[in-house]
């Protein structure tokens, strides 16, 4: 073996190693970040799923209830809205379809 293909094979090693070592370091920076901007972000990760829900159902639940609240309620109805009328609801989707064809014609 020549002196480059040392040169070359030591050369890739470094660099592996390199990449071994900055990579869970940039992602442990990015979650950081992402954390910083956003309190209620959850990395993903294992997660579990169904096992986290035979093996450790607490969890689960917890993860249940964060889940729930993460959804925001239904906006109230404002004060000059009129009263729902009880019956079936007929939703109007003309003024959409003129808007796309409009769109579309230029």
């Known amino acids: 073996m020549t002196w480059l293909g040392i040169a070359l094979g030591?050369?890739?090693?470094v660099a592996?190693?390199?990449a071994a070592v900055a990579?869970?370091?940039a992602v442990r920076r990015a979650l950081a970040r992402r954390r910083e901007?956003?309190?209620?972000?959850v990395p993903p990760g294992f997660g579990g799923?169904?096992?986290e829900e035979l093996y450790h159902p607490s969890a689960y639940e917890a993860k249940v209830v964060q889940?729930?609240?993460s959804v925001p309620p239904a906006p109230a109805p404002a004060p000059g809205d009129p009263p729902i009328e009880s019956g079936p609801i007929r939703i109007d989707?003309?003024?959409a379809d003129r808007r796309?064809?409009?769109h579309a014609n230029g």
């Not at 030591?10 to 090693?13: F, G």
């Not at 901007?37 to 972000?41: C, E, F, H, K, T």
């Open 10 to 13: 030591t050369l890739l090693v």
């Open 16 to 18: 592996l190693v390199a």
């Open 23 to 25: 990579a869970p370091i």
């Open 37 to 41: 901007s956003d309190p209620a972000y």
């Open 49 to 51: 799923g169904p096992f």
């Open 67 to 69: 889940d729930a609240a």
């Open 93 to 95: 989707l003309s003024y």
């Open 100 to 102: 796309r064809d409009d």
